[in-house]
């Protein structure tokens, strides 16, 4: 197997094409994440991207996007954004981990949301972890009537919100695919909002990512495009989702809501929306991510394995990397996995949320 390295705006033509074509084989490489689209998209935003193309007999046949610092620590592409990870081959390929991260000048590469079939790296799994999923498909009939025979035991109390909501606030407007840019911004001042009132990090405080989703909002590829979603009572947005899909998965990705109407539970309005929107639109897989939450346990009709670890060579580096990682990533860990760990550190990182929201001005630019 012959591997070279190429930055992403290197990638030619013909080798996206054989890059779609792997997707297109294996429903588990499906995912838009996986796409060279994404890929490109955080190379414009981040100096070490890089992608590994595996050639057998001179033809490419796997694609490998990773990040790598200068000390030769790597990681998967998007790390911490990116909910599927993976090494996109043709059926049939195989490869040896070592040998990859030496071609790759890696010591060590840490991913998060491997998808379960990459076997050379199954070894260095320290953890797999379930991502729910959504089966879709259109109804019959309109929302109403989709929500009803997916959904029996949430349609009775969300149609009588949306109910509710549109005599309060305005008739209920649905966009599966909102080109409006203001939306997306409206998402994003939600969004970090929310970060902050949950003390989560914020995402949308780091300028890269909020330029990545510009750029990713406006990439109009049958393998990937950015999809916004909102919701509206009269003209005022209600809710939002903005996600990536490809020719049949849409990635959950970004989910917020006007917190002054968090009474009518908008959110959940949003995600069984977009679900419905997204099957009439041609997906048949919702991903709605690695992730314990109540409402993915309501909407997901099977779950998907992810894994979590690291491929290390022997190295000083790799050593040092490993053993500041695997502790933090470890307790994280044991905390989800936990109720009665999960419950009161969620508490307190609202109440630290609360403090740090009190005196922090909104990071989103305005246009």
């Excluded at 809710?239 to 989910?255: E, I, K, M, Q, Y």
């Excluded at 002054?260 to 897989?285: D, F, K, Q």
């Excluded at 009161?344 to 630290?352: E, F, N, Q």
Aim: charged share 25%; proline share 6%; net charge positive.
């Amino acid at each position: 197997m012959d591997i070279t390295i190429h930055r992403p705006g290197e990638l030619t033509q013909s080798l996206c094409r054989a890059w779609h074509h792997a997707m297109d084989e294996s429903p588990e490489y499906a995912n838009p994440f996986l796409a060279p689209e994404f890929t490109i998209g955080v190379g414009r935003h981040r100096g070490g991207v890089r992608v590994a193309v595996l050639r057998d007999a001179g033809e490419p046949v796997g694609f490998f996007p990773f990040e790598r610092n200068a000390l030769g620590v790597g990681r998967a592409i998007g790390l911490g954004l990116s909910d599927c990870q993976a090494l996109v081959h043709r059926p049939g390929v195989t490869w040896d981990a070592q040998e990859l991260l030496s071609a790759c000048g890696m010591s060590i590469f840490e991913f998060d949301h491997l998808v379960a079939e990459q076997r050379p790296f199954a070894g260095h799994v320290t953890g797999t972890f379930a991502s729910p999923v959504i089966d879709v498909k259109p109804g019959d009939g309109g929302y109403p009537e989709w929500l009803r025979a997916t959904y029996p035991g949430l349609a009775k109390t969300t149609l009588k919100k949306e109910r509710r909501l549109g005599r309060d606030i305005g008739d209920l407007r649905f966009e599966f695919d909102e080109r409006d840019p203001a939306a997306l911004r409206t998402l994003m001042r939600w969004k970090s909002a929310q970060y902050r009132r949950t003390g989560r990090m914020d995402r949308f405080a780091r300028p890269w990512i909020v330029d990545l989703v510009d750029h990713l909002f406006h990439v109009r590829e049958e393998h990937f495009t950015g999809v916004l979603s909102v919701l509206y009572a009269g003209d005022r947005p209600v809710a939002a989702h903005f996600g990536p899909r490809s020719g049949s998965v849409l990635a959950a990705w970004f989910t917020a809501y006007d917190p002054e109407l968090h009474y009518y539970s908008p959110g959940l309005m949003m995600h069984l929306r977009t679900a419905e929107g997204a099957a009439r639109g041609g997906v048949t897989l919702v991903d709605l991510g690695r992730g314990d939450k109540e409402y993915k346990d309501w909407l997901k009709t099977r779950e998907l394995r992810v894994g979590e670890g690291f491929v290390t060579r022997t190295h000083p580096v790799a050593a040092a990397h490993r053993l500041w990682r695997r502790p933090v990533r470890g307790l994280r860990n044991t905390v989800l996995a936990h109720p009665r760990l999960r419950e009161p550190a969620d508490r307190l990182l609202k109440t630290v949320g609360t403090l740090r929201a009190s005196r922090r001005p909104d990071g989103i630019r305005q246009e």
